[in-house]
Nanobody, 120 residues
Framework: QVQLQESGPGLVKPSQTLSLTCTVS??????????WSWIRQPPEKGLEWMGA???????YYSPSLKSRTSISRDTSKNQFTLQLSSVTPEDTAVYYCARGIRVGLGMDYWGQGTQVTVSS
């Protein structure tokens, strides 16, 4: 059973960089043909796919967030990390990590989500 767990600060100040880590257990992030995504849900809004890192290490980003987003991984720890720069209160959301069989699609395992609030 694959399990994902998000971790990181719950409060970030405007203009700073938000950094979250997803720790994966029960499966390797280098296993062929899986894509590891970050997804968020702002209050009162739907889910927004932010980006993904593939089993190969290739990265993919939402066009609307590409200029501020970076996803990386540490294969020795079986973790992948999201960095979102220059945050504003509009970046306040529950952030999820998930595993998918395609880029941005077919999510079969999700983390429980972590609330991040952007406020001074």
């Amino acid at each position: 059973q694959v399990q994902l767990q998000e971790s990181g600060p719950g409060l970030v100040k405007p203009s700073q960089t938000l950094s979250l880590t997803c720790t994966v257990s029960g499966g390797s992030i280098t296993t062929n043909a899986y894509y590891w995504s970050w997804i968020r849900q702002p209050p009162e809004k739907g889910l927004e796919w932010m980006g993904a890192i593939a089993y190969s290490g290739s990265t993919y980003y939402s066009p609307s967030l590409k200029s501020r987003t970076s996803i990386s991984r540490d294969t020795s720890k079986n973790q992948f990390t999201l960095q979102l720069s220059s945050v504003t209160p509009e970046d306040t959301a529950v952030y999820y990590c998930a595993r998918g069989i395609r880029v941005g699609l077919g999510m079969d395992y999700w983390g429980q989500g972590t609330q991040v609030t952007v406020s001074s």
